[in-house]
Nanobody, 123 residues
């Protein structure tokens, strides 16, 4: 079983950047497909990006494409989300998640979740 811990959230002005990290322990990180999801106040959790086990395959939600970059360092058991050109509508709690099997954008297919990190973008 893998444990996930996110960090790197905070308060940033619109147009700014943040990099989120997610450190995994207790499992074979390199065997998991990883994803980032987010939940804004009053809304359901939504998919942001996914990355396959090797890092060679990524997907992005249309709302973040061209602004966010997902990556992973299997030697460090760490997942990243580089967020540029942030907008107020990016304000949310960001969660990393892991799953066995193929890439999926559906949160219900992910087995393991972190506790989340808050990102707030001011206008």
């Amino acid at each position: 079983q893998v444990q996930l811990v996110e960090s790197g959230g905070g308060l940033v002005q619109a147009g700014g950047s943040l990099r989120l990290s997610c450190v995994a322990s207790g499992g074979t990180f390199s065997s998991y497909v990883m994803g980032w999801f987010r939940q804004a106040p009053g809304k359901s959790r939504e998919y942001v990006a996914t990355i396959n086990w090797s890092g060679g395959g990524t997907t992005y939600a249309n709302s973040v494409k061209g602004r966010f970059t997902i990556s992973r360092d299997n030697a460090k058991n760490t997942l990243y989300l580089q967020m540029n050109s942030l907008k107020p509508e990016d304000t949310a709690i960001y969660y990393c998640a892991a799953r066995n099997g193929g890439t999926s954008i559906f949160e219900w297919m992910y087995n393991y979740w972190g506790q989340g990190t808050q990102v707030t973008v001011s206008s």
